[in-house]
């Protein structure tokens, strides 16, 4: 007998073992990984312990391996409990007053449970599984505590992991999902899967697939999603073996299953054929074990072979007779229905003892059932039905622990079913198991082996031998054993367990194989592989990157190979060429704006001293203004009174005529009045000099504006001077010197407004002297006149005709003296309203200035603040320099 029967099972756990081995070699080799990431390793290490346990027990057949029980017991709470921890740690640890009594706690928790599983499990009996080919200890009790102490470890890993979610932000709550969902998912479904193959709700082959494609899924999505998303360094080598090895497995894993299920249906054929040969009396098999024949006829079983180990016991008798009943029911024709109940009413009479659960089941079923027509069919797949569900019920029933076997109430609520036919049969199977005459826990065992026993199929595989095995008692011999029907003959034919085991080994073997060498040839071969086509030329070019990071454009890759990384190779190269082109001119450039902002540095300054001594000027101009303004005020008060001077004489003049007229008038009385008359006339006298100097005043007066009238041309001139440099400064400083060119344009048109001004004034001041040289010669005259008839006074009476005379003259000339008065009063009427507007436009004027001075001193600021950037220019510039080198 060999010692290792390599099968699907083992295959698995081996697939499972290697990714996960793999995996937690990756976290493991992350540099400067961290704490978190280390839970995470040791986490995944245990779980790949469970898979050893698997790999450990599943080959070999002998009953010492039920050992690797106690390799798989611990290490899903240990995998459960060092995952949760990761979560303790990442992306920082939390406070060590919640972690480190937690952890105690449950491994404190883990110890307990495996200490209490060695214990029971040293001495208990052990079981083989048919569905998964491999021992186990029967402690029922423990596996239901250690059933809630998984689930309860897993509600922990899940809760630490949701909580943490739920209090991390950003990046580290996605890494953290990455992790807690597909671990969770790992297991969770398993453990789902686990817990109904167990009781043949499904198959194992199915438990083990679900296990390892979970596994290696849950992996992947975790080693991609931790890889894509955290900061953590790690090898582009490492992510395309993660990734390749993971999608090999998946595959092999899928591909495998079909694979052996074909050698299982190929080893049920071959046996098929030796079943048939063995019938016919011939020993066609060294696997063969014993051949039974059953006569319906005498209700008697035969070995053909009597020297074989194997006889036929009461449960072997018990089949033949059930399988006959059962395949009577199947074969019947398509019938009405009452007479196809009556039909099987009439087998039902005779079916053996024992079959009273199957026979209330039919007829329950049977009562359901309101079709027209029946056949045997619709019984056949009643018994299937309710075989599959007799399946789960018998491993629920063996898994129960020994108090709850002899425990009506619990047996009670195991059997129940709500559907027509299996209701019926787990009534009758509780009257008799459960029947309060009952008690010995054997006799209720007896009972149910035999209403619960199995209706065999025709050519169906089926596993027979005793499962339990206690210490220091008879190894438990394992058979594979088929019905077959011949000449009215029912024949079952044995056959070692082994040989299946045997047959399925060198299957295995190659997968073994294969699945080391797909492990090698990923992990090595990849490597050689891409060392060549990959590593080499992307390690090159990240030589080259460095070196251009580091400044020296000079380098150069080779491309080697015209693929994607010689198209990186020959693009870097390009780059490197155009950054170099780039920084020459760059270089360049930044000569070129070092001596551009160099240039503009010295306009701005001499512009700023320029707009300095414009400041200047404008101040002086203020100035000059200023005293023009305080000049023109006072000439308003001078022409105001030589205004009132002009009007007072006139009134005299008026007086003077009124005398003249009286003089006349009485000119007889002028002897007698001659004195007051002379005293009249020295009043005249001085009262034309006064008019005289008045008017010789007025003179000077209008002399004084005439110059400052030429000094306001100069001014204007001069003011026109300044706008005009001021407009060439201002189109030298381009857009910066827009507004002051505004300003000098409206200065400009104020000098020409002035200078107009100033000519009108210097004409009005003409003509005024003019006419006051006419009214200061007339004065003269009158003056003469007035001294004249100052000496001829005394000559009045004696001349008082030739006085007649002088009257019409002197009116006359007193009229026109008047005239002159008026038209002096007019002209120094203009005077007074040109000075006012004069004095007006000073003040205009000053304002201008003031505002011209005001944008000046602007500007002033401006300059400095386009020093302050042409400085920074000139820094940037430098900078650009120190770049380009």
């Known amino acids: 007998m060999d010692l290792i029967y390599l099968n699907y099972f083992s295959l698995a756990s081996l ?369 299937d039905s309710l075989q599959n569900t007799l399946v789960v019920l018998r491993n629920k029933h063996f898994h129960l622990p020994p108090k709850e076997k002899n425990d009506p109430v619990a047996l009670d609520k195991l059997f129940q079913s709500k559907v027509p036919g299996i209701d019926g049969y787990l009534r009758e199977l509780k009257k008799f198991a459960l029947n309060p005459d009952v008690t010995d826990s054997a006799t209720r065992d007896k009972i149910f082996d035999t209403l619960l026993t199995q209706i065999r199929k025709p050519d169906e595989r089926t596993y027979k031998g005793e499962r339990v095995y206690e210490l220091n008692g008879l190894v438990p011999k394992h058979y594979i054993s088929y019905f077959y029907v011949s000449e009215g003959k029912i024949y079952e034919v044995g056959f070692r367990y082994e040989s299946l085991r045997e047959y399925l080994h060198p299957t295995g073997k190659i997968l073994y194989i294969s699945v080391l060498c797909i492990l090698f040839l990923v992990l090595f071969g990849f490597r050689f592989f891409f060392q060549g086509a990959l590593l080499n030329p992307l390690e090159e070019v990240v030589v080259g990157l460095r070196e251009a990071n580091s400044g020296n454009l000079e380098y150069r890759l080779e491309v080697k190979v015209e693929d994607e990384i010689g198209f990186i190779a020959r693009s870097f190269n390009k780059m490197a060429q155009s950054i170099q082109n780039t920084r020459k001119r760059l270089h360049s450039s930044a000569e070129t704006l070092d001596t551009s902002v160099t240039d503009f540095s010295e306009f701005t300054s001499l512009t700023s001293a320029k707009m300095e001594s414009q400041a200047a000027s404008l101040e002086e101009v203020n100035a000059v203004i200023e005293s023009l303004s305080n000049a023109s005020e006072k000439n308003v008060d001078s022409i105001r009174i030589q205004n009132e001077n002009l009007i007072e004489l006139n009134q005299k003049s008026q007086v003077l005529l009124d005398v003249i007229a009286k003089i006349s008038d009485h000119s007889k009385g002028l002897d007698t009045n001659a004195r007051e008359s002379k005293l009249e006339m020295e009043v005249v006298k001085k009262s034309v000099e006064k008019t005289g100097q008045f008017l010789k005043n007025i003179s000077n007066s209008f002399q004084r504006v005439d110059e400052i009238n030429r000094i306001l041309g100069e001014i204007a001139n001069k003011t026109n001077l300044l706008s005009l440099n001021a407009s060439i400064e201002a189109a030298r400083a381009g857009a910066a010197g827009r507004g002051f060119a505004v300003v000098a344009q409206e200065v400009s048109k104020l000098a020409e407004f002035t200078a107009t001004n100033a000519k009108i004034i210097s004409k009005v001041v003409q003509e005024s002297l003019e006419f006051i040289e006419e009214a200061n010669t007339a004065s003269l005259d009158t003056g003469h006149s007035t001294e004249n008839q100052s000496v001829k006074i005394n000559l009045t009476v004696s001349k008082i005709e030739e006085m007649n005379g002088l009257y019409d003259r002197g009116t006359t000339i007193i009229n026109d003296f008047v005239r002159n008065l008026e038209r002096a009063k007019k002209l120094s009427d203009e005077l007074f309203s040109s000075t006012e507007e004069q004095m007006t436009g000073h003040k205009e004027m000053m304002k201008a200035m003031f505002e011209i001075e005001k944008e000046v001193n602007e500007i002033t600021q401006e300059s400095g603040k386009i020093q302050d950037g042409i400085l920074k220019i000139k820094t940037q510039s430098s900078d650009l320099k120190a770049l380009s080198v």
């Not at 569905?131 to 470890?153: E, L, M, R």
């Open 15 to 383: 697939i499972g073992i290697l990714f996960i081995g793999f995996t937690a070699f990756f976290f493991f080799s992350i540099q400067e990984k961290a704490s978190g990431t280390i839970y995470l390793s040791v986490g995944l290490l245990f779980l790949g312990v469970l898979h050893v346990g698997y790999m450990a027990g599943f080959p070999f057949y002998s009953s010492w391996s039920v050992f690797h029980r106690w390799i798989i017991i611990p290490s899903p709470f240990l995998g459960t409990l060092f995952l949760a921890m990761f979560f303790f740690q990442y992306p920082q640890p939390v406070s060590k007053k919640i972690m480190i009594p937690a952890f105690s706690i449950a491994l404190s928790g883990v110890v307990i449970i495996c200490i209490w599983y060695f214990y029971e499990s040293f001495s208990a009996k052990r079981v083989f599984y048919f569905s998964g080919h491999y021992w186990d200890f029967q402690v029922n009790f423990f596996y239901k505590v250690y059933a809630i102490a998984i689930i309860f470890y897993t509600f922990l890993f899940v809760a630490i992991g949701t909580w943490r979610m739920i209090t991390l932000k950003g990046k580290d709550r996605i890494i953290t999902g990455i992790v807690l969902i597909p671990m969770a998912l790992i297991i969770l479904i398993p453990g789902v899967f686990n817990a109904m193959s167990r009781d043949g709700a499904v198959s194992r082959e199915l438990y083990q697939t679900v296990l390892d494609i979970s596994l290696v899924t849950g992996l992947f999505v975790v080693l991609v999603g931790y890889i894509n998303y955290t900061s953590e360094k790690t090898s582009i080598l490492s992510r395309i073996t993660g990734i390749t090895l993971a999608t090999f497995f998946l595959i092999l894993q899928i591909v495998s299953i079909f694979i052996f299920n074909q050698y299982e249906e190929s080893y049920d054929l071959i046996k098929k054929t030796e079943v048939r040969l063995s019938a016919a009396g011939l020993e066609a098999s060294k696997d063969l074990e014993y051949v039974f024949q059953y006569d319906s006829g005498t209700d008697s079983i035969t070995s053909l072979f009597p020297g074989n180990s194997q006889q036929p016991d009461e449960s072997t008798l018990r089949e033949f007779r059930f399988f006959k009943i059962a395949h009577s029911l199947f074969e019947l024709p398509s019938l009405p229905n009452g007479e196809f109940k009556q039909s099987v009413e009439d087998i039902l009479k005779n079916s053996p003892s024992g079959f009273d659960a199957y026979k209330a089941g039919v007829k329950d079923y049977l009562s359901s059932k309101n079709e027209a027509q029946l056949s045997g069919k619709d019984i056949e797949s009643f018994f």
